[in-house]
Nanobody
Framework: QVQLVESGGGLVQAGGSLTLSCAAS????????MGWFRRAPGKQRELVAG???????YYVDSVKSRFTISRNNAENTVTLQMNSLKPDDTAIYYC????????????WGQGTQVTVSS
């Protein structure tokens, strides 16, 4: 069974940065499309960033130029670098497996809380 473990969340002031990491097991991030999702209070889970096996990426408009998704094939991890954080970025962030069209495949980690204070 695929296991995804997120880490790196926390409390940060607006304008600050955080780096989220997703450690994957029983799935190779090098050959699978992976994504970072978030669920803000009262909102549906949304795809924030995705990376495919060919290194092409997707970002939701609200995070473009601020967030960067990457992967480390040797460590089998996926990272989300988040800069210039805003209070609207406050959410639980989840690592997930996606298909080539950036659609979720319902394999998730437990999530990590990101809180951005104003």
């Amino acid at each position: 069974q695929v296991q995804l473990v997120e880490s790196g969340g926390g409390l940060v002031q607006a304008g600050g940065s955080l780096t989220l990491s997703c450690a994957a097991s029983k799935i190779r991030v090098a050959i699978n499309a992976m994504g970072w999702f978030r669920r803000a209070p009262g909102k549906q889970r949304e795809l924030v960033a995705g990376i495919r096996s060919d290194d092409s990426t997707y970002y939701v408009d609200s995070v473009k130029s601020r967030f960067t998704i990457s992967r480390n094939n040797a460590e089998n991890t996926v990272t989300l670098q988040m800069n210039s954080l805003k209070p609207d970025d406050t959410a639980i962030y989840y690592c997930g497996v996606i298909d080539r069209r950036y659609r979720p495949l319902n394999q998730w980690g437990q999530g990590t809380q990101v809180t951005v204070s104003s």
